[in-house]
């Protein structure tokens, strides 16, 4: 079952604005991921946070982790139109056997 | 560092055939991953292997099996195939010997079952 829930399912801005996607979980984690995917293409690692961090940037990447509320958020700011891409959010729980519990994702459209 | 690669990265297949699929994980790592994608369940989790040896396992029926080679590359069977099989199938390379070690994704393997 997946653990996560993504918000917005989709999501449809302009060229040059940012965007914004969340990421709420049920158990406690040892770290999240973000990953993106084009098109039914495999997933691309982007930024991992750990569970005692509560931001973290990487270019034009911001994550934060909010353990109290299990919840993440992943700011992608000045979007292209490269960014178009399905975007998923993964943790990787304390306990249980598996090994990245992925969220359903958010389908990110960047409009030039 | 070359990427993980899966072979073939296309495959169709009809109900009751099995399928093998393989996966060689980024050099040096010891973990690989197995998950399948589908439209309706998305992402989720069948196995992990690490050092020839099954980890973890996801909530699969048994037709799912895999294994691991002493060179780390892995590969997943899936017997008596299924239409709802159909899906892409993706694996994940790891260094296990990382505390918070990142998934390294390869491109996939889209199986469809007739």
């Known amino acids: 079952s997946q653990q996560g829930e993504e918000d917005p399912q989709a999501l449809s801005i302009q060229e040059g604005e940012n965007a914004t996607m969340n990421c709420s979980y049920k158990?406690?984690?040892?770290?999240l991921q973000w990953y993106r995917q084009n098109s039914g293409r495999g997933l691309v690692h982007l930024i991992l946070i750990r569970s005692n961090e509560r931001e973290k940037h990487s270019g034009r990447l911001r994550v934060t982790l909010d353990t109290s509320k299990k919840s993440s958020s992943l700011l992608i700011t000045a979007s292209r139109a490269a960014d178009t891409a399905s975007y998923f959010c993964a943790t990787d729980p304390i306990q249980g056997a598996q090994k990245l519990v992925f969220g359903q994702g958010t389908r990110l459209t960047i409009n030039p | 560092k070359a990427g993980v690669t899966q072979t073939p990265r296309y495959l169709i297949k009809t109900r009751g055939q099995q399928v093998t699929l393989s996966c060689s994980p980024i050099?040096?790592?010891?973990?690989v991953s197995w998950y399948q994608q589908t439209p309706g369940q998305g992402l989720q989790f069948l196995f992990e292997?690490?050092?020839?040896?099954?980890?973890n396992k996801g909530n699969f029926p048994g037709r799912f099996s895999g294994r691991q080679f002493s060179n780390s590359r892995s590969e997943m069977n899936v017997s008596t195939l299924e239409l709802g099989d159909s899906a892409l199938y993706l694996c994940?390379?790891?260094?296990?010997?990382?505390?918070?070690?990142?998934?390294?994704f390869g491109p996939g393997t889209r199986l469809l079952v007739l």
């Open positions: 158990t406690s984690i040892n770290n």
């Open positions: 292997y690490f050092s020839e040896t099954q980890r």
């Open positions: 994940a390379s790891s260094n296990r010997d990382q505390s918070q070690e990142t998934q390294y």
């Open positions: 050099s040096g790592h010891r973990s």
